[in-house]
Structure formats: C-alpha cells, structure tokens
C-alpha cells in the first residue's frame, strides 16, 4: 500500500475526518479510512475517499484506543460476569478499547483460560487478553504451552500476598516458587514475561505489629506501613533473580521516587526490565485522599513521588500506564486495617493524563499515545493489531477534548463500584468518543457499544 493505504479507488465503511491524528512520533491533521473494522488508509486533509459513513471529528485530536494492561475484573466479591459488563462499558466511556485481565484461580492455567475467554466474550464491551497468575509448580509446568499454543505470554508473581495477606482465591508463593517460574520464563527468551508486585511484605507484618502496639496506627497513612524502601528492596530481590535465570521483568504499578534509579540499574546491569506506574500514582498522595478510603497496594505516596513518576516517564524509563482497575465498594473502606484495597481507575486515565500531563506542560500529547497504547501493545504481544494509528491495525481510536473541563462523578458513571478517590475532581481533557474496530461504542455521553462484542485477543510475544 501507498501512504495513503492504497485506498483511493475503493469504498471503506468509514472516513473519520478533521482530526489531529496523534502517534508516538508526531501529531497531523489529517482523516482516517477504515475497511471491516481495520485502519484502511491515513492521510493528511486531501486525503479523501466513497464511504458509506463520513464523520466530521471537528479538530479534535485522535489517539489510538487505550490499552489498560492492569485490570481487576470482580474484585474483591463482585459477581464477575456482572462486573465485568460494568468494567467493559466503564473502560468504553474512559477511550479504553483492550483490557487485559489478570486470572488468579489456583486452577490448571488452560483451565482458567477456557473459562475466562468464554465469560468475557459473552459480557464484554471492549476487546481483552489475561495474564496468568502463577501460584503453583503444576502451573509453572504450562508455562510454555500457554505462550505457544494458547496466546498467553505474561504470568504474574504476587510478592506480598501471603500469610494473612493472602486473600482468596490467591495463594502465597515462595522463593522457589519465584525463582522456577522466572527459570521457565527465561527459556522463551522474548516471548514471555514475568510481572512482578514488588513488594515485601514481612517488613509490613513486623510494622504493623509495632504501630499497632503503640497505637501510632490511630493517624498512619497506607504508605507508613509500607515505607518506600520496601519497593525498592524487592525490585533488588526479583531483579538479582531474574539476572540468574534470564528471565524478562515487567514491574507493575510503581510508586516511589528511588523506583527510577532502581530500573536504570538493572538495565545497566544486563536485565530486560520494563516500569509500569498508574494514574493514581502521578496525582493521588496522602495531602489529597482519605487514609482509609484511599487504601491501596501499593500505597499512595507523596507530592515528590508523585512527580518522580511524571520524570521518569518524560524520560522514558516508565514506559506503560495501567491502572490496577479494582471497583472497591465504600462499604468495604471503612477501617484501616481491615478496609479492603483497591479502587477503580478505567475511565479516570486518560483525564489525568491529559489534564495533569499535557495540559500543564509535563508530558506531550503524543507521549500520551506512547504510554497508554504503543508501548503497552509492543510490550505484551498485541502489536501491529492494536496499539497504533497505521494502515492494517484495528480501527481502535479514543477522541478526545482537550479544552472540555468538567468535575468526576462517581453516580454518573456505568461502573459498579459507589466509591472513587477521583471523585469531584475537576479535569481538563477528556474523551468524547470511542472506537472499537470501527464501531463507535461511546459518543458524548452515551454508550453505544453492545455487550459480547468484546473479543479475546491472543498474544503470542511479548516485545521491548
């Protein structure tokens, strides 16, 4: 195809038209043509051809539909299939087009899988894929047939959730556990990556017996009972563990400011290590929240993490957003040791980006498409299908205003949960419409997508 797609003689399904097309490098005005639900030519105003549906997008700017990587879909007690309805059309509204789930069952992990494409597809609003939670050694055995044969190629070690941090249906895992599973990891090289929560949580048992002892738990914060130090130490744990078995590392939310230092160091040191952080931990700190309803692992931190994870992602040492998307209800923050943790995060993304971001100078708009889609899609296997604005990639795009202005309400949205941190906060930028494989599914307001249109979407490596 030529640059314009090599569509000029044919008819297309859409014209988007009137856009500042943004990529990672560069931002155009220019129209989009799209064909059965893939991009089928770009170009600049000229660019022109038949199709059945022409929409005028007014100047505003268009990204490549969002790619959460970190979701939560029924945490802690939702009914799943009913949350995941909410979660979809939630992620909809937010210019959110993928999901990727994480499945935690101590089960076989094809087991799991089968179970968890055929109840998303039936619920979903927007497309997803899953990680695999690894737990046991039968789990870590199917490892390799899981990138293989069934599109799975990102397993999860969960480093705090033992003893009684251990919620169901998670298991506590040891450093056997960790160490044959990166083991397994490092035999497929690039195709397979292992996500690490770093976290160490006898520091936080032992802290927590102290505080409670002395009763300076009356007025603590989330983040005192796991001080910044205790990240650090385990990405030095999980990082001199993966230097001895080859294995790939994807830290999950980060939140500190020595979190920078620590990747540039494992990068220095030989190991493949990508950084991850999540909206909450570029604007949420202990001076704006609630300390109980606010509750969250890891914790939320201070004003000056909160800008080292702005630094680090300006200088590309963050490189992929998440959220950790989990719809905690307020019933269920209402004490400080036992509030369960959590809170939902889908559609508040790109408005935190955007407002805080770029439009107060700290990162650009086309760093924004970087984070929130190429790099995601690059890292986890989903590229050239989703991810970017190029001929052949599904037609998965988030419009968006930067000059809208408006407060957050948690009643407004479709989510399920009653309760957000970013509740009243008032945001500059915002999306207006979403679209999935060339169906508009959100527009101004309202949902229009339909449930079971979602579609799992195998991933066979994962990238730099």
Not at 275 to 298: A, F, H, I
Request: proline fraction near 5%.
């Amino acid at each position: 195809m030529d640059r314009k797609g090599g569509v000029s003689a044919m008819s297309v399904d859409l014209l988007l038209k009137n856009g500042i097309i943004v990529t990672p490098s560069k931002s155009f005005r220019g129209n989009i043509a799209v064909k059965d639900g893939r991009i089928a030519g770009i170009g600049g105003e000229e660019f022109s051809v038949e199709a059945d549906e022409v929409a005028d997008l007014g100047g505003k700017h268009i990204l490549p539909g969002v790619i959460d990587p970190h979701v939560h879909i029924g945490w802690p007690s939702w009914d799943w299939e009913e949350d995941c309805i909410c979660t979809t059309r939630t992620a909809a509204v937010g210019g959110v087009t993928t999901v990727i789930h994480f499945l935690n069952e101590p089960l076989p992990l094809h087991e799991e899988l089968s179970i968890g494409i055929e109840r998303f597809e039936r619920n979903a609003y927007v497309d997803g894929s899953f990680h695999e939670g690894i737990f046991t050694q039968g789990q870590i055995d199917e490892i390799p047939d899981m990138v293989e044969t069934r599109g799975v190629n990102t397993f999860k070690f969960y480093l705090p959730y033992k003893g009684a941090e251990a919620v169901p249906p998670l298991v506590g895992i040891d450093d056997g556990i960790i160490y044959a599973g990166f083991k397994e990891i490092g035999k497929l090289k690039e195709k397979a990556r292992a996500l690490i929560h770093a976290e160490n949580i006898e520091i936080f048992y032992k802290i927590k017996e102290q505080m409670q002892a002395s009763g300076e738990d009356a007025s603590a914060y989330w983040t005192d009972t796991r001080p910044n130090w205790v990240e650090v130490e385990s990405i030095r744990k999980v990082v001199a563990f993966a230097k001895g078995t080859g294995c790939p590392l994807y830290l999950v939310h980060l939140t500190t400011k020595e979190a920078k230092e620590e990747i540039l160091r494992a990068r220095a040191e030989g190991v493949d290590v990508i950084g991850e952080t999540c909206p909450q931990y570029l604007v949420l700190n202990v001076e704006n929240t609630d300390r109980v309803k606010s509750k969250v692992n890891p914790p939320l931190r201070h004003r000056e993490d909160n800008e080292a994870m702005w630094q680090a992602i300006q200088e590309g040492v963050i490189t992929c957003i998440g959220t950790d998307h989990a719809s905690v209800a307020l019933k269920d923050k209402q004490d400080f040791w036992d509030g369960i943790v959590g809170f939902a995060g889908l559609e508040t993304t790109l408005p935190v980006l955007l407002s805080e971001g770029v439009n107060k100078g700290r990162i650009s708009i086309e760093k924004v498409a970087e984070i929130t889609s190429y790099n995601v899609a690059k890292t986890f296997g989903l590229y050239p299908q989703k991810g970017s604005i190029e001929v052949g990639a599904d037609a998965d795009f988030a419009v968006v205003d930067l000059e809208m202005e408006k407060a957050y309400s948690v009643r407004e949205s479709p989510n399920i949960t009653d309760y957000s941190p970013y509740d009243g906060m008032v945001f500059k930028g915002w999306p207006i419409q979403t679209y999935l494989r060339g169906r508009l599914i959100f527009d101004h307001g309202t949902i229009l997508g339909e449930k079971g249109a979602g579609k799992f979407i195998p991933r066979f490596s994962a990238q730099k």
